[in-house]
């Protein structure tokens, strides 16, 4: 229990207002995604004399908050309330189980083992994120397959893992959380649960610290989908490999489906354990691309219906041609478009929708700059980031360096002069031909767009 305490002065509020006020204050001290994953998954449930029942998603949370937050909740309780309090908590169920014709079945119990507890721990799912609302595109098309077929048969495929793979922004992650809620809406017992996996390192980091890894490393064998997004970033983290290569061993053995996702193909993991590798290509992985034009207005249209939007076909069009790599843009033109005209009292026209487009260029320039371009590149392509200004026209040496003048020409807003310098003082004529080979190169080979495209969302990704 918490104990929070403080002489009263407030006057009486009713639970939801306090809660509110609550939230409140909280969110303006922590981030987004620590907000998000622990403060708006308690649910309040009563006050009575001077205490506030709360119910939370699991044991692991309440201790987790209890660990991290407890000064910051006592704190912001002091100050909405002013008063003497105390917060109680509840463990339970997010949702009622649906009654299925199986369960309703008469079963046969053959011992008297307890029978596992349901869902009783957050999944972390977005509810928002489902099939229905996942365009199809040539681009998404294997992956999406995928997804669905294990959605329908957990870990009863020969897609396990699925591994998911591509830029940033292409729908890897709603994807993901599709597939968490689909399994969830038909069987609502599975235990599922969803993490990006820089929150498992943290969470495992914390279970050593509090001498807890083997509940930590139980919870996640305890479950029938695990899905853990952005598994690059488990790069350089050994130990936190080493514990989730046995945890995949676990969950595999035990046919449980395991569904990851990554910037880049399993090989290219270059840095993670090479047993990790292997076995994350023992599934299926299906890599999810740029979406093309068609599919890109079909999203434009979904969405601006969705938000409730009048925008003519012209203005999508517009939108879909201006803003080619990334669907997380696609959305946020639309929100901005959405956001420019109510606040300047416009109708959505071409010339707003021009001047949008071009704010959100300018914005995603401030932050890249030929340095990160230079390193994504040449990381990307494993070249040697000191050769690009050398002389030396080395094939794969001569691909990265125009690739690189190329993005510092579209993405930055330096000159072709001081492009030129960074790469050991090549003059301005170069940079253009390089750009223009470029330009040619993606027109004839499919496979150097698609390199384009995905460069282009690294390094936005990177400078973000
Ligand atoms: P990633 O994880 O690959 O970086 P996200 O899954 O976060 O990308 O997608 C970015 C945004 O674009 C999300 O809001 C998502 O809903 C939306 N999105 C991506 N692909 C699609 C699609 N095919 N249909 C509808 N929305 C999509
Ligand atoms: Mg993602």
Avoid at 154 to 172: A, D, E, Q, R
Wanted: aromatic fraction near 8%.
């Amino acid at each position: 229990m918490l104990n929070i305490g403080l002489i009263s002065k407030a006057p009486p509020k009713n639970l939801i207002e306090i809660w509110g006020d609550f939230l409140k204050e909280i969110k303006g001290n922590v981030t987004q995604m620590t907000f998000n994953t622990w403060f708006l998954p308690i649910k309040p449930l009563e006050l009575s004399n001077s205490t506030i029942k709360v119910q939370l998603p699991s044991q692991f949370f309440w201790e987790w908050i209890d660990e991290h937050y407890k000064s910051l909740i006592s704190k912001t309780m002091q100050n909405v309330l002013g008063e003497q309090i105390s917060l109680t908590y509840v463990i339970s169920e997010e949702v009622e189980p649906k009654k299925t014709e199986k369960e309703i079945a008469p079963q046969v119990i053959e011992n008297t083992k307890p029978v596992p507890p349901k869902q009783e721990h957050n999944a972390f799912l977005n509810y928002r994120y489902t099939f229905d609302n996942f365009i199809k595109g040539e681009n998404n098309q294997l992956a999406r397959a995928a997804a669905t077929a294990i959605s329908e048969n957990p870990g009863g495929t020969s897609f396990n893992p699925l591994f998911l793979y591509g830029g940033v922004g292409l729908g890897k992650t709603h994807l993901m959380q599709a597939i968490g809620n689909k399994i969830l809406e038909k069987i609502p017992d599975k235990r599922v649960i969803y993490l990006p996996s820089d929150i498992f390192t943290v969470q495992f980091v914390e279970s050593i610290k509090s001498d807890k890894v083997n509940e930590f490393s139980g919870f996640y064998r305890s479950m029938d989908v695990l899905i853990i997004d952005d598994i690059q970033f488990l790069i350089g983290k050994e130990k936190t490999q080493d514990l989730f290569f046995h945890i995949f061993n676990t969950l595999h053995q035990a046919r449980k489906q395991i569904v990851l996702s990554s910037d880049k193909p399993p090989k290219d993991l270059k840095g993670l354990d090479e047993r990790l590798i292997s076995r994350f290509q023992w599934g299926l992985s299906a890599d999810i691309q740029s979406p093309d034009l068609e599919t890109r207005i079909a999203i434009l249209k979904k969405k601006s219906e969705d938000y409730g939007m009048l925008v003519s076909d012209e203005i999508l069009e517009y939108i879909a041609n201006s803003i080619t790599s990334n669907i997380r843009e696609l959305e946020g033109c639309l929100i901005k478009l959405l956001a420019n005209s109510s606040l300047n009292s416009k109708d959505i026209n071409l010339d707003l929708a021009k001047r949008t487009v071009k704010e959100i260029a300018t914005d995603r320039k401030i932050n890249i700059s030929i340095d990160n371009i230079t390193k994504t590149v040449c990381s990307a392509l494993s070249v040697d980031e000191n050769k690009l200004r050398d002389k030396t026209r080395k094939k794969e040496i001569v691909l990265a360096r125009q690739l690189a003048m190329f993005f510092s020409k579209e993405l930055t807003k330096s000159s072709l002069k001081t492009i030129g310098l960074h790469f050991g003082g090549r003059d301005h004529s170069t940079v253009i031909h390089s750009c223009n080979s470029i330009e040619q190169m993606q027109q004839e080979d499919s496979s150097i767009k698609t390199l384009v495209e995905n460069l282009r969302s690294q390094i936005e990704l990177a400078c973000s």
